[in-house]
């Protein structure tokens, strides 16, 4: 393994996607149970509908984006597997981005070729896009923002952040960090620290903050004066107004039945069924009573708190920061389906290089535990789905138990990270200006 090159394990994951996707064909037309995500025939639907000149929203269930099923018009017309290669050819694109921005960070190549296979080989990737799930689309357009970002392309970035949060809402959690990073002590393209420049320690106020003695009415006022930046203010306008077009069309085309199904659903969504989430179980006993929009939304506010304290800490470690909060807020979901762990997977490989955990014991007791918590899940979710046992409370324990297992992964991912704030500080007078010590 450590002779091959990235670009052979980059063709080989190609290949192997290509094969899924064939096999796929074969399983559906001669196994009861499918291999293609019951998703991607909602897409497909909606996209034919579409192209038919009708609404996609007349197909049930489709609560995405007009862009998606347009994207997957030619299924149509062309071939039933389109989005699959699609999604498949973004899946692959996310490994490349890995592999770009951990070079722009100053990693070696080989350190670079393991990170990104923990991608390309992940059985919760590979397979994600070739059973016709859409996520790896959103995965790309985020690592994308990124790459931007680290290259000063600022304007490019807001245009993309609007287009990703208006095709799936959950982005909406990065804009407060990435606006904190637009900061001219922090952010200057082309200055990013090689990886033995970083330190482990945590950010520490200098003396000369320290000793400050400006009122808290000055120091609050100069906080707020200096948070309005050109490059905050473009990013706000650029991203918003992206999102506001973007919505405005569809709702022009579609109406209210586009923007209850893809935005205000995901708000107020109340799912019976069993989820990974603790909330299900709540929600079940109670659903012949109608939520209010209240208590439909108050779910959101753990999320909320644990979303601060994250992007408060960890900001401007910008790629590790939206691991945590991607993170955190799958596992504190009131809806949680496999689907979204492919979320914060296309953010692993960007911290792993700052990892000091070892594999042997500590990283494999979180691998063991994190899947050992999900397949105990699955095992009571079987009996419930498919043997019919009132297993409704064990399954909810379950859920409890993989909350707690997610919440045991953060906190040592945390305490084994190497903080490495994006972008060095600008240098003033020939000297490194430093807010913090290290």
Same mark, same amino acid.
């Given at each position: 393994?450590?002779?091959?090159?990235?670009?052979?394990?980059?063709?080989?994951?190609?290949?192997?996607?290509?094969?899924?996707?064939?096999?796929?064909?074969?399983?559906?037309?001669?196994?009861?149970?499918?291999?293609?995500?019951?998703?991607?025939?909602?897409?497909?639907?909606?996209?034919?509908?579409?192209?038919?000149?009708?609404?996609?929203?007349?197909?049930?269930?489709?609560?995405?984006?007009?862009?998606?099923?347009?994207?997957?018009?030619?299924?149509?017309?062309?071939?039933?597997?389109?989005?699959?290669?699609?999604?498949?050819?973004?899946?692959?694109?996310?490994?490349?981005?890995?592999?770009?921005?951990?070079?722009?960070?100053?990693?070696?190549?080989?350190?670079?070729?393991?990170?990104?296979?923990?991608?390309?080989?992940?059985?919760?990737?590979?397979?994600?896009?070739?059973?016709?799930?859409?996520?790896?689309?959103?995965?790309?357009?985020?690592?994308?923002?990124?790459?931007?970002?680290?290259?000063?392309?600022?304007?490019?970035?807001?245009?993309?952040?609007?287009?990703?949060?208006?095709?799936?809402?959950?982005?909406?959690?990065?804009?407060?960090?990435?606006?904190?990073?637009?900061?001219?002590?922090?952010?200057?393209?082309?200055?990013?620290?090689?990886?033995?420049?970083?330190?482990?320690?945590?950010?520490?106020?200098?003396?000369?903050?320290?000793?400050?003695?400006?009122?808290?009415?000055?120091?609050?006022?100069?906080?707020?004066?200096?948070?309005?930046?050109?490059?905050?203010?473009?990013?706000?306008?650029?991203?918003?107004?992206?999102?506001?077009?973007?919505?405005?069309?569809?709702?022009?085309?579609?109406?209210?039945?586009?923007?209850?199904?893809?935005?205000?659903?995901?708000?107020?969504?109340?799912?019976?069924?069993?989820?990974?989430?603790?909330?299900?179980?709540?929600?079940?006993?109670?659903?012949?009573?109608?939520?209010?929009?209240?208590?439909?939304?108050?779910?959101?506010?753990?999320?909320?708190?644990?979303?601060?304290?994250?992007?408060?800490?960890?900001?401007?470690?910008?790629? !590790?920061?939206?691991?945590?909060?991607?993170?955190?807020?799958?596992?504190?979901?009131?809806?949680?389906?496999?689907?979204?762990?492919?979320?914060?997977?296309?953010?692993?490989?960007?911290?792993?290089?700052?990892?000091?955990?070892?594999?042997?014991?500590?990283?494999?007791?979180?691998?063991?535990?994190?899947?050992?918590?999900?397949?105990?899940?699955?095992?009571?979710?079987?009996?419930?789905? !498919?043997?019919?046992?009132?297993?409704?409370?064990?399954?909810?324990?379950?859920?409890?138990?993989?909350?707690?297992?997610?919440?045991?992964?953060?906190?040592?991912?945390?305490?084994?990270?190497?903080?490495?704030?994006?972008?060095?500080?600008?240098?003033?007078?020939?000297?490194?200006?430093?807010?913090?010590?290290?």
């Amino acid at each position: 393994m450590l002779g091959i090159s990235f670009q052979s394990l980059f063709i080989f994951s190609a290949l192997f996607r290509v094969f899924l996707i064939i096999y796929g064909e074969w399983q559906d037309a001669n196994m009861e149970v499918r291999y293609t995500d019951v998703d991607y025939f909602v897409f497909s639907d909606a996209a034919t509908l579409m192209a038919s000149g009708k609404s996609p929203y007349e197909r049930s269930t489709y609560r995405y984006s007009p862009l998606i099923a347009f994207l997957l018009m030619p299924n149509s017309f062309l071939h039933q597997t389109w989005g699959k290669f699609l999604f498949s050819a973004s899946d692959l694109l996310v490994g490349l981005l890995i592999q770009r921005i951990l070079k722009l960070r100053g990693v070696p190549e080989k350190l670079c070729t393991y990170s990104t296979m923990v991608w390309l080989f992940n059985p919760f990737t590979f397979t994600i896009g070739t059973r016709g799930n859409c996520e790896p689309i959103i995965c790309s357009m985020i690592l994308w923002i990124l790459t931007c970002l680290m290259n000063g392309h600022v304007l490019q970035a807001a245009f993309w952040y609007g287009l990703v949060v208006h095709m799936r809402i959950y982005p909406i959690i990065y804009a407060l960090p990435i606006v904190l990073l637009l900061d001219p002590r922090h952010f200057q393209p082309g200055k990013k620290p090689v990886l033995v420049e970083w330190s482990s320690r945590t950010l520490k106020p200098s003396s000369a903050t320290s000793s400050s003695k400006t009122s808290t009415t000055q120091y609050i006022w100069n906080f707020c004066i200096n948070m309005i930046t050109w490059r905050r203010v473009m990013f706000g306008i650029i991203s918003a107004s992206t999102f506001f077009v973007l919505t405005g069309l569809s709702f022009h085309l579609y109406g209210w039945d586009f923007l209850h199904e893809a935005l205000l659903y995901h708000l107020t969504r109340t799912d019976p069924r069993h989820n990974f989430s603790i909330y299900f179980y709540h929600i079940y006993l109670h659903y012949e009573h109608e939520f209010s929009i209240l208590e439909k939304l108050i779910s959101f506010l753990p999320q909320f708190i644990v979303q601060l304290v994250l992007i408060s800490r960890f900001a401007l470690d910008l790629p !590790f920061c939206l691991f945590l909060q991607t993170l955190a807020f799958v596992a504190f979901n009131k809806v949680i389906t496999a689907q979204y762990f492919v979320w914060f997977f296309c953010l692993l490989p960007l911290i792993l290089p700052w990892s000091n955990i070892k594999l042997v014991w500590k990283g494999l007791a979180c691998i063991i535990l994190w899947i050992a918590a999900q397949t105990n899940w699955l095992a009571w979710a079987y009996l419930l789905e !498919f043997r019919g046992k009132n297993v409704f409370f064990q399954l909810w324990v379950a859920s409890l138990l993989f909350l707690a297992a997610n919440t045991f992964v953060i906190m040592n991912t945390i305490c084994s990270h190497l903080y490495s704030p994006l972008f060095q500080q600008l240098k003033q007078g020939g000297k490194l200006k430093q807010g913090y010590e290290r």
